[in-house]
């Protein structure tokens, strides 16, 4: 165990997802149990310039693993983009004599924590918390399989309308440039289409499938589109193609939005978080610094910043089948 | 008892509302226990005139009650509103040897009801389903409150982000012209304003409100805008207002769209629904037609369709006052 | 307006139910928005005795219109019985320069308020805070309808299990001597049979009823049982009953519990609350005192407290026959 | 591909569970996508002998990817266990030309199937269902993660009135010999303390632990008890030991029943169910049989049956560590 490791600071950044609470939770009770000093942060990177502390017990955080967000609340810091900014950070760490930081947040605040320690030698690790599950070397980021639920649970709704009336309903989901959440929540939902940014589908394939599975006798159908994708992406422009050339279905177009980042995050989230967290402490006690926690093969493991930034599409071509086969 | 009733069919049409399936069912279970045929007419008066017909027994509505939308499915139908498609409908009616009609639905529904008799003498009930709450006659319609529920859950969550970051939502519902749906969900969801039809606010004094709660020390907004009230109608421009002129928050739009017209209906709904199916057959057992079944102070009463349709603007003043007072 | 009274406490007392912390709320805000102070007591009249009182202004209840429970507790006072002990709590109101009180919770919650205003002539007004609608001169309590829905939602996963195994489930659910919640939930959950308190069905006559719907091609029943009602107080001897007398079916219990007393609360009951909570400051701020706010037919009432325990039997007679109906 | 394949039949059997629907669906589709037919058999085993046959196309199976239970029902089959059973089953098989079996179900289900295939030499591929997460050979069984769900959710609920009123709350959950459920929903709803029939605490140290937690400042505590725990197997006289025991704490006990068999799947099992659906024949169609449908890290496997139903006790020793550290 690092002995130097007495007090330790927690905060969330960048768009919040369920199950924040849970994992800051889950750091705060994991300092509990090793006696050590935690502090939250208010307000992500822009918090720490600011100072903007609050001690915290294993008694400040009860009651807070079933609630969506984060009580400390997130941020995107321009500040902390500057050199300056970092160094007031620096600073109000050290004066609070702060040893050791958990950041919970994407790829956007990693980035930001390997900058600050390349300038100030400070350990930082990472939470993957973002509902897009777009962060490599973790199986899993937390708050992605509610997201999951709550886009499926949106589209059972819609598919009770969308039945009665014989409708197309477009159904945009978030996942910014990945499309693991259109994937899944589109076969969950029973999805006839489903478009994602990894594969470029073509309006016309689209079209055609679409006229396909309408001769096949489906009366309704749904289409779940990525915010990322490029057809989808000028998702009223679909819309009015489809109405052109398809007069069969009346045409609606839904944008689920920013639902899918609240919520009473799933239990798989919550013992996710509370890996994690507890994960994240274990790492800094351990020594280690500059790693990010994640889950591969459900086991815990400790992946270097930069391995989690890379940019590689892995989307699985075993569940586009799933799709394409489930839903003719 | 009106012995001249033997057979009677039931069909939903117009919007579909969370309930519908509960109040067919209780149609057809009434049917059975006063031992009448009872047979369903798939999409509303479009499938009257196609004789798109289905015999209901007691099992055949099964497992029904806890579903959204309406398995007999809805439509609007152009031809009705013709002489000749009604004719046609009426001699399906005949052919079948149908002596009444229980039609589920919202104005729309009811006014071809009323041109149908006059043409045909043909016993009609109403039953109210709309999620809109937009009838004369009757407290509630079908589907109402689980649209007020599925609201304020999505806000919910909503909530939860917008907490998170300090963001300022404006969140569209729906209702039509009626400020029901919005003036209660924004009640029952903390909403920091509410924008309804029946009360035109202005957009300056929306800011100065908003300005306001900001500084009263409300670090996120919730603004509900009712679908058809005036400055909400356009709702993007609406928000692009704000951002000029309130700079503390970022704005941010959700459009809830369709998931309001569907999922489980709540136990009110389900209630409701089949108090009002129940009363729609003893209506007809008792020679009456033309009439809505409504409720009014929680008993089951019978309405002429003409007074259902009556255009009275009866929002409550004393829910404005709560919503005014519990948003300080 | 009263100008005496210038500083309101507020507090929850008996069981809890949902909506209380709207209702907690709305009184908080409406003594805000008339520039009133406002103090919570923690733990009923137990922490009136014990002058566990906090501060409360319009920010100390925000984001917590959609939590369950109360976050200012509730307990059941023995102390409170007693002479001394309301001495005691009337001390600690003057020393704090409290000038009226409004109590939340149920019929046990307002004989406590009766006694403590004869010895103290001290003014309280009374919001119905209780699941199980037992409260006479309001049609409605808060909580209510949140646990119908609890109720409903709960069968609805009993009954997917049940339909698949073609078994009977005895469902207990909450009430105390009020089949309320067993009736509408009942209704609303498509029970085959519902044992009220009201009503004696007799062991014989659920038997027969049962065998009837089993040979009418019922494949699996629920049987909703109020835990007030005779037969059903003993219900693992009413499955044994039913075991020996109806092999056609595996018969099953299940006690929902606990469960549905908590849950974030419907709509319709956050609106109840809020509509109540200013309903409780106004009342005072008229000058009156020893009522209870109800709703009767959607409008806001006062009633006296004697009135609102006045034990009367009021099931809806029209609701037995529509569960009736709707089961055949 | 398995060219002599060319109509499948596809049963549920053993207790039911969420995603059972999702996962004939794929089967069914899957059939469709490969040009082969397929056969629902009803109850299980019992309707194999029965002959309880149905033809299933792509269209058969629409609007079930949602519904909790089966709609080819379940049951157990004591003739099955039969040497006549067995034939009479085979006997119907072959009359209708079926060329192999998916049979959905648990542990019994598949020891079933190793017989028949033992005296039959037909193809049999399973896939596991049940909400226990009990079989060997794969990571999740169909109806776990949904399972999670509805406990944490009920727990959420009956936390809300534990906080209120400062209550003890023991929460038996399912689960058979495994603590699968009660330790991963433990975990996720913040409970206190976890008994899991793998790991023995003993009464005393969970009254010591209990001790503790109440002394470190908790009002109310949520214990999880597996229904395979020795200690909690009588949970009843737990409660009465940790009254006598505990006099900080009003004890009360929830059993969660059947409701955590039912239930609108999760993303999570839809999605599994429909990657096993057409796991099972594309297992078939490689000519593989004695099989069971796995996920391992992920991927889709085949697992001969004799490997799935060894009894290995699996607990995860990393949970138990996390559940005790976010208790403190």
């Known amino acids: 165990m690092n002995e130097s490791i007495k007090k330790i600071a927690v905060l969330t950044s960048g768009g919040d997802a369920p199950g924040m609470n849970a994992a800051i939770r889950a750091v705060v009770r994991s300092c509990a149990y090793h006696n ?29 693993i079933n609630r969506g967000g984060t009580f400390l609340k ?59 599950n777009d962060i490599n070397g973790t199986d899993f980021t937390i708050g992605y399989d509610t997201a999951l639920n709550t886009v499926v649970e949106a589209i059972d709704k819609i598919r009770d309308t969308a039945n009665s009336h014989n409708r197309l309903f477009l159904v945009e989901v978030m996942g910014r440039d990945a499309g693991d959440i259109a994937l899944n929540a589109g076969i969950g939902a029973g999805a006839e289409e489903i478009l994602i940014p990894e594969q470029d589908m073509g309006r016309d394939r689209l079209l055609a499938s679409l006229k396909r599975s309408k001769k096949s006798g489906k009366s309704s159908s749904i289409v779940v ?4 994708d490029q057809i989808g992406k000028n998702i009223l422009g679909l819309a009015d193609y489809i109405r052109e050339n398809l007069e069969e279905y009346e045409v609606k177009v839904t944008v689920l939005g920013h639902i899918q980042r609240g919520g009473s ?64």
Chains 1, 2, 3, 4 share one sequence.
């Open 74 to 132: 997130s941020a995107r810091s321009e500040n902390f983009r500057t050199v300056a900014g970092r160094q007031k950070a620096f600073n109000n760490l050290k004066s609070h004599g702060i040893n050791a930081l958990v950041t919970i947040g994407g790829d956007g605040t990693f980035t930001g924590a390997i900058v600050f320690n390349d300038e100030h030698n400070f350990p930082i690790v990472g939470v993957p918390g973002t509902i897009d």
């Open 265 to 328: 995050p799933s239990c798989f989230d919550r013992v996710l978080a509370s890996r994690m967290g507890v994960g994240a402490v274990d790492a800094l006690l351990e020594g280690n610094r500059n790693v990010m926690i994640g889950t591969v093969h459900s086991k815990i493991v400790q992946v270097p910043f930069v391995e989690s930034l890379k940019g590689e599409n892995n989307i699985d071509l075993d569940l586009i089948r799933v799709a394409d086969i489930t839903s003719v």
């Open 36 to 64: 050590i000093e935690c502090v939250g942060v208010y307000r992500g990177y822009e918090g720490l310039i600011d100072g903007d502390f609050i001690t915290l017990d294993a008694r400040s955080v009860k009651n807070i």
């Open 225 to 228: 589109v990525a915010e990322g």
